[in-house]
Structures are given as C-alpha cells and as structure tokens.
Nanobody
Framework: QVQLVESGGGLVQVGGSLRLTCALS????????VGWFRQAPGKEREFVAA????????SYADSAKGRFTISRDYSNNTMYLQMNSLKPEDTAVYSC???????????????????WGQGTQVTVSS
C-alpha cells in the first residue's frame, strides 16, 4: 500500500508559478511510475506528467511541455511538479498517483495507476 499526500496548491495570477509536492509513503517505490493528473471544473481528469521513480525518465502532456517540470527526491520520497507561466486553463484539482507496473506503456492511462492522493486545488486568476 502507498499513501500519497499533495500540497502546494493555491491561488496565483496568470504568468505566475507554483510548486506542487506529493509525499509518498508506505513501501519502497522501486519500479513505480508516479505522476500528476488534474481535473478542471466540468471536465474529465487528464494526465499532466509522470516520472519513473528509478531512472527519472519523464513524460508530459502537450499542455505541460515547456512550462511544467516533474521531479522526485529519493531522500524523502517526495515528488514535485514545478509549474511556470501558469494560465487560467491550468485551474484544476491536481492529484498525484502511483503505478506499481514498471512495464507501463501508456503513462497517461488512469486505470493503470493503483494509488491516488486526495488532490490540491490550483486556481489561476486573470
């Protein structure tokens, strides 16, 4: 079992930055893929970015490329999402998730993620 707790959300103006944090606990994360998803009001949840815990290979949604950076810190089992140049359309609840499948092919596939956090609200005001 893995527990995930997000923090770092808030209200920011257009063009601003936020860093989201996901604290993971419960078991070793070797072989895991961990990622961020978001759900805007009235829309389905969508993939943002993911990272392989060992090795650090990353994947980004087109909407995140060039503006968001996903990273992880082994020493404290924490994952981050640095978000820059924020836009109103980035407003959403951001959730972190973890997949036990080291052979995961489609990192954007939500059913492939086994554990989820509760989410943190990000609001970008214009």
């Amino acid at each position: 079992q893995v527990q995930l707790v997000e923090s770092g959300g808030g209200l920011v103006q257009v063009g601003g930055s936020l860093r989201l944090t996901c604290a993971l606990s419960g078991r070793t994360l070797s072989g895991y893929i961990v990622g961020w998803f978001r759900q805007a009001p009235g829309k389905e949840r969508e993939f943002v970015a993911a990272i392989r815990w060992i090795g650090g290979v990353t994947s980004y949604a087109d909407s995140a490329k060039g503006r968001f950076t996903i990273s992880r810190d082994y020493s404290n089992n924490t994952m981050y999402l640095q978000m820059n140049s924020l836009k109103p359309e980035d407003t959403a609840v951001y959730s972190c998730a973890a997949s036990r499948n080291p052979m995961l092919v489609n990192w954007a596939s939500q059913p492939q993620y086994d554990y989820w956090g509760q989410g943190t609200q990000v609001t970008v005001s214009s």
